[in-house]
C-alpha cells in the first residue's frame, strides 16, 4: 500500500502509527543501513561516541565542499544510516523548539495546521515527560521516555552555579523545552528511560513493538534509486544494494509497487536527491547528470541549513565527573558504571550534556555584537521574545577534537551554538544512476558576517563561565584561539600558569586583534551540530517550495516527503524534537487520506 524511504526518525514514527491503527496495511520500509534491536551502541545512550568513528558504518559521513569561510576545510556532517535513522545515533539531547519557529511555518510560509497549537497536541503524544508532573506543554503517556539521564554532573552544577553568579542580566529557567520562554539558565534533559537508562529512540518504540505484524515490512541495505511513476502519479521505487557494508554487492535494479502512497522519508541528504533522480529538480542539475526533467522544481535540494557549533575544551581535575574514560573504552570504568545503568543509573545512562541556556542578548551584547548582527536583530528577533540567538552549554565528556593527539585525562567543554544561522548551502546528486555515489554538498556555514559575530560572542560568554568552575584546571590550548602572548585573552593550561578564575574577578577585555584571533579560530574549529534540515521546504512553490503543508511533492502525485528537510527555516533546538513532530503530523495526515483513525 505504501512504501518508506528509509527507514529514519520520521519515517518510522509514521508507519508505526499507521501500522499499528490498521495492521492489515502493507508497508514496507526501504533502509540502507541495519537493524539497531538491542545493540549496546544504540540502546546505551554514552555510546553516540562510537557512532563519530572514522570507521563507522552507522553514519554517511557528508563531505562539504572546501570553503574559504571555514578557513579551506571541507566540513564532515554526519547523518543517521541505520534503522531509526538520527534517533539511533544522536546525542538524545532533549531540546524543543520554540513556539514562534512552528508559527513562522504557517503565518511566514503559508501552510495553514503548522502553527504551535496544531502541533503542540503531537509534541505531547510523542512523549513521556519523567522529569516533573503536570507541566502543561508536556506529555505523560506517550512511546518515549525524557528524563534528566542517568546524573547531573558536578561539572555541570558548577556551570549553573557560576552562571548564577556572574550573570546578573539572566536568572534560571525551570523548563528550557516550555516552548514560550527562553534566556534563562537550567538543566538539561535526555531522550533517556529514567527507569531503564536506556535511549528513547523510534525503532525501539514504533517499529519493534510491532514484530509480530507480517505486513509492516523492513528491508534493511537497500539504496533507493528513483521514485517510479505511471504518468503523473508515484506508483513505487527503484532501488539496489548499499555498498557501504558491502562494497561488492550486485548493484541490479530491484522494484517496489506502493499502491497508494510513496513516502520519501530521507532526512537533508536522502531526499532531494532521490527527488532528483527521480526527475524533480532544477533543470540544469538533472540535465547535468542525464537525468530528463519531470517537473521543473528550482527548491530541490536548496535551503540547506544547520547549526554552527563550537565545543571549547578545558582540562579538568580529577574531582570531576566527566565521560573520558568511558570514551576511551577504559574497562575499569565501563565496568563500574554498566552495571547502573539498567537501573537508569549513572554514566552509561548519560549523555554528555548537562546544563545550558537559550541565550538572546542584552543591549550591551547587542553593541558586542555589532552592525553586522542588527538586520538580523531586527528582523528575526527583536519582535520574537522566545528566540534565542545562541546556546552556551556544559559538556562533561572528553575534547571532542583528534583524542588521539590529545593527551589522556579529564576534560569537560563548555560549548556555543547559532540558532539561527543565516548562511545557508544546498545538497544535489552527482550522477542520475548511481545511487551509492556522493552529493554536491556545500553547507554554507559562515558565509554571512552575522554568523560570525555570534559566533565570536559565543566564544566570550562560554569562556567566561567555564574558567571559574571549581573542576578547571586551565584551557586544552589546540581547542583555543591563537592570541598574542601579551593579550589578557591568552590561553593557558595547567602547565603555563592557568588558574582559577574568581567569581569577582573583571570579565576578560578583548582587543579588536583578539576579535580577529577568535574569528580565525572560529572558522577552523566550528562544526556542524548534525542539525541538517530544510532541502525540500514546505512553502509555496513560486518561493521555492518542494511540498504544500500536505507534504505532497509539488507537480506530481502520491508522492510526499515526510522528514526534517520539510522545515522551511530552522529551529531554536536540537533536530530530534523536531523530526518525531513531522512524523507525527505526517501520520495523521496521510491516516485521514486513507481514511484510517489514528
Not at 23 to 51: C, M, N, W
Not at 487 to 499: F, I, N, V
Not at 546 to 556: E, P, Q
Amino acid at each position: 500500500d505504501a512504501s518508506f524511504l528509509p527507514g529514519g526518525a520520521a519515517a518510522c514514527v509514521i508507519a508505526g502509527r499507521l501500522a499499528a491503527a490498521d495492521p492489515s496495511l502493507k508497508l514496507l520500509i526501504l533502509e540502507a543501513g541495519e537493524h539497531t534491536k538491542d545493540l549496546a551502541a544504540h540502546v546505551q545512550p554514552a555510546r553516540y561516541f562510537s557512532h563519530l568513528a572514522p570507521t563507522s558504518k552507522t553514519v554517511t559521513f557528508n563531505v562539504g565542499k572546501k570553503s574559504e569561510h571555514i578557513g579551506g576545510r571541507s566540513l564532515v556532517t554526519p547523518s543517521g544510516r541505520c534503522l531509526g535513522g538520527g534517533s539511533s545515533v544522536n546525542f538524545t539531547m532533549y531540546t524543543r523548539a520554540a513556539a514562534s519557529d512552528y508559527d513562522d511555518w504557517e503565518n511566514k510560509f503559508n501552510n495553514p495546521g503548522w502553527a504551535c497549537k496544531d502541533l503542540l497536541p503531537l509534541l505531547k503524544k510523542t512523549e513521556t515527560y519523567q522529569v516533573e508532573a503536570d507541566k502543561p506543554t508536556h506529555g505523560y503517556s506517550g512511546p518515549l521516555k525524557v528524563s534528566l539521564g542517568g546524573t547531573v554532573t558536578n561539572v555541570g552544577k558548577q556551570f549553573l552555579d557560576v552562571a548564577s553568579k556572574i550573570d546578573k542580566d539572566r536568572g534560571k529557567i525551570e523548563d528550557p523545552n516550555g516552548l514560550y520562554k527562553c534566556d534563562g539558565y537550567g538543566v538539561s534533559f535526555s531522550w533517556i528511560d529514567s527507569e531503564t537508562g536506556r535511549r528513547s529512540d523510534v525503532p525501539h518504540h514504533y517499529i519493534y513493538n510491532q514484530e509480530h505484524n507480517k505486513n509492516l515490512v523492513i528491508m534493511t541495505g537497500k539504496r533507493v534509486k528513483r521514485v517510479i511513476f505511471e504518468g503523473d502519479k508515484a506508483t513505487g521505487v527503484e532501488f539496489v544494494n548499499d555498498t557501504v557494508l558491502r562494497p561488492d554487492a550486485d548493484q541490479t535494479v530491484e522494484t517496489a509497487k506502493a499502491s497508494k502512497l510513496v513516502v520519501v522519508s530521507a532526512g537533508a541528504f536522502g531526499s532531494p536527491t532521490i527527488l532528483e533522480r527521480s526527475g524533480i529538480g532544477r533543470p540544469d542539475i538533472l540535465k547535468k547528470v542525464g537525468v530528463d526533467v519531470k517537473v521543473d522544481l528550482p527548491g530541490v535540494g536548496e535551503n540547506y541549513q544547520d547549526h554552527n557549533v563550537c565545543f571549547i575544551p578545558y582540562q579538568a581535575s580529577e574531582e570531576a565527573e566527566t565521560l573520558d574514560a568511558v570514551f576511551r573504552g577504559d574497562p575499569e570504568e565501563n565496568a563500574k558504571w554498566i552495571d547502573l545503568w539498567p537501573q537508569g543509573k549513572g554514566l552509561i545512562a548519560h549523555n554528555g550534556l548537562d546544563a545550558g541556556i537559550k541565550m538572546r542578548p542584552t543591549a550591551a551584547d547587542l553593541k558586542e555584537l555589532g552592525p553586522v548582527f542588527e538586520n538580523r536583530w531586527k528582523t528575526h528577533f527583536e519582535n520574537a521574545p522566545d528566540k534565542p540567538v545562541i546556546w552556551v552549554g556544559a559538556s562533561p565528556r572528553e575534547y571532542l577534537g583528534d583524542i588521539s593527539i590529545a593527551p589522556p585525562r579529564k576534560y569537560y567543554s563548555v560549548g556555543y551554538f547559532t540558532q539561527y544561522p543565516i548562511s545557508k548551502g544546498y545538497v544535489h546528486i552527482t550522477s542520475g544512476e548511481d545511487a551509492n555515489a556522493d552529493h554536491d554538498f556545500d553547507p554554507g556555514f559562515l558565509s554571512d558576517p552575522a554568523d560570525h559575530a555570534t559566533l565570536r560572542w559565543g566564544y566570550k560568554k562560554a569562556r567566561e563561565i567555564a574558567r571559574r568552575m571549581e573542576v578547571y584546571r586551565g584551557d586544552y590550548l589546540p581547542g583555543h584561539p591563537k592570541f598574542s602572548p601579551n593579550s589578557p585573552a591568552l590561553a593557558k593550561d595547567e602547565t603555563t600558569g592557568a588558574s582559577l578564575t574568581a567569581v569577582e574577578a573583571p570579565f576578560i577585555q578583548y582587543s579588536a586583534e583578539d576579535d580577529k584571533a577568535i574569528e580565525e579560530f572560529n572558522k577552523q574549529f566550528v562544526q556542524t551540530a548534525w542539525h541538517s534540515l530544510g532541502t525540500c521546504s514546505m512553502k509555496p512553490r513560486e518561493d521555492g517550495g518542494v511540498v504544500d503543508s500536505h507534504l505532497n511533492v509539488y507537480g506530481v502525485k502520491n508522492l510526499k516527503v515526510t522528514d526534517i528537510s520539510i522545515c522551511p527555516s530552522n529551529v531554536a533546538a536540537n533536530t530530534y524534537s523536531t523530526a518525531l513532530t513531522i512524523g507525527e503530523k505526517a501520520a495523521v495526515i496521510i491516516a485521514e487520506e486513507l481514511g484510517i483513525k489514528l
